[in-house]
């Protein structure tokens, strides 16, 4: 079981990135998929999730509005895509696979590398 994202990198203020979270290894038709991220010297911390049959979608509060997690079931693939990104956005990024619905990372149990994105003022 492997989850691998990918697409970070360096923006400025107000840019755009799309993070994308490649799962092989076993269908993940019945998982949720998270993305957390975390920044340095603090937890790590939910970001969202998608219910990767229904597709319904949860956010954190900090960023409701500009973020949007989506799936491609044909390649078996999560995005996050990240708009009007702040500083505060910076961190490293993590895909993650759960059972359930939950905002816990101790509740997911597939965990991809993390990609960097750093947000520049």
């Known amino acids: 079981v492997q989850l691998q994202a990918f697409g970070g990198g360096l923006v400025q203020a107000g840019d755009s990135l799309r993070l994308s979270c490649a799962a092989s290894?076993?269908?993940?038709?019945?998982?949720?998929m998270g993305w957390f991220r975390q920044a340095p010297g603090k937890e790590r911390e939910f970001v969202a999730a998608?219910?990767?049959?229904?597709?319904?979608?949860y956010y954190a509060d900090s960023v409701k509005g500009r973020f949007t997690v989506s799936r491609d079931n044909a390649k078996n693939t999560v995005y996050l895509q990240m708009n009007s990104l702040k500083p505060e956005d910076t961190a490293v990024y993590y895909c993650?696979?759960?059972?359930?619905?939950?905002?816990?990372?101790?509740?997911?149990?597939?965990w991809g590398q993390g990609t960097l994105v750093t947000v520049s003022s």
């Open positions: 998608i219910i990767w049959s229904g597709g319904g979608s």
């Open positions: 290894g076993r269908t993940f038709s019945s998982y949720v």
């Open positions: 993650a696979a759960a059972t359930r619905i939950t905002r816990n990372k101790s509740d997911y149990t597939y």
